[in-house]
């Protein structure tokens, strides 16, 4: 006797598909005769770099799917992590999402949307059947990444892991530093013994993330931070540190400057505290592959984080 398949509660799946945190784009193109259009979605995946390859799903049931499936041409925009309303704008039915949001057209033809964190303009590479989805592959004909947190999305509600990491965070002898780097390059200061130290502040009952917007404001205002890079404690002052790792948009600074870590000798650091740990990000930059420090100031542990 054969078995009747399982039956599938697609509510329930849905929340189980949930629990995978992803980041959040805007999906864009026009049609023949110009018209702009764009959706949200999180289903959006790299594929290949040689060729280079992406790829969004999209429900058939959409009313951007035919446009989008035979158009030839898209581009995936991924939003920084302050663009929260701009995602619920392309979420939401609207005649004319494009109305108030600064944008410019590809080469592809595709909108490409202002103070993203990356876009990728493409030709559609492939169409694949998936069900009661279609997933579009592109050939990635340009791109660029502006070094801005990107805007998080986990079981049905937006975050970002800096700022996750940075309200729980308070107390009146924590120290916050900003690793605001750039390319291969980190924003760094001078103390009064002419020794180079990272931008940082004392906080008190506001919270870290209040820590990261005053030090934003004074040092680099476009920067944003990705995640918490090292956590330690100073056993003999009990002063904790936690230094939260940054991306900029460009190496403009109202203090402090660039500069090439390469380029400085530990002993020049504030510390070999903070010498021990720019050492690590110097290495971890080059392989791409970040790791979080827990310890105190003389040793600890670095736990992988993706990279």
Not at 30 to 56: K, M
Not at 174 to 180: D, F
Not at 189 to 202: E, F, I
Not at 252 to 267: H, K, S
Request: aromatic share 10%; proline share 4%.
């Amino acid at each position: 006797m054969s078995q009747q398949p399982a039956q599938i509660n697609t509510r329930e799946l849905r929340d189980a598909f949930g629990a995978f945190m992803t980041g959040v784009t805007i999906v864009t193109t026009t049609r023949d005769d110009g018209q702009p259009l764009g959706f949200t979605a999180n289903s959006f995946s790299s594929v290949s770099l040689d060729p280079a390859l992406l790829l969004v799903s999209i429900a058939k049931t959409s009313g951007n799917y035919q446009t989008f499936s035979t158009t030839g041409h898209f581009a995936i925009n991924i939003l920084a992590e302050g663009q929260k309303d701009l995602s619920n704008t392309f979420a939401r039915p609207s005649e004319d999402r494009f109305a108030n949001v600064d944008w410019q057209i590809s080469a592809n033809r595709n909108p490409l949307l202002g103070d993203v964190s990356a876009w990728f303009d493409c030709t559609t590479h492939a169409v694949i059947d998936a069900g009661d989805h279609a997933l579009i592959i592109g050939k990635v004909e340009a791109f660029h990444s502006a070094g801005y947190a990107g805007l998080g999305y986990y079981r049905g509600g937006y975050f970002t892991p800096a700022k996750v990491s940075a309200e729980v965070i308070a107390g009146p002898k924590v120290i916050v530093s900003a690793i605001i780097a750039r390319d291969d390059k980190v924003l760094l200061t001078r103390t009064a013994d002419n020794k180079w130290s990272l931008p940082s502040k004392q906080i008190g009952t506001e919270g870290a993330d209040k820590a990261l917007a005053d030090l934003f404001a004074k040092y680099q205002p476009d920067a944003s931070a990705s995640f918490i890079y090292s956590v330690y404690n100073n056993t003999e002052t009990s002063y904790q540190y936690i230094s939260f790792l940054c991306s900029a948009p460009d190496e403009a600074a109202i203090l402090g400057e660039f500069v090439n870590l390469d380029d400085i000798e530990p002993a020049q650091f504030q510390d070999s505290a903070l010498a021990s740990m720019l050492e690590r990000y110097r290495k971890e930059s080059q392989l791409k592959s970040y790791g979080m420090y827990y310890g105190d100031h003389s040793s600890g542990t670095v736990r992988p984080l993706l990279s």
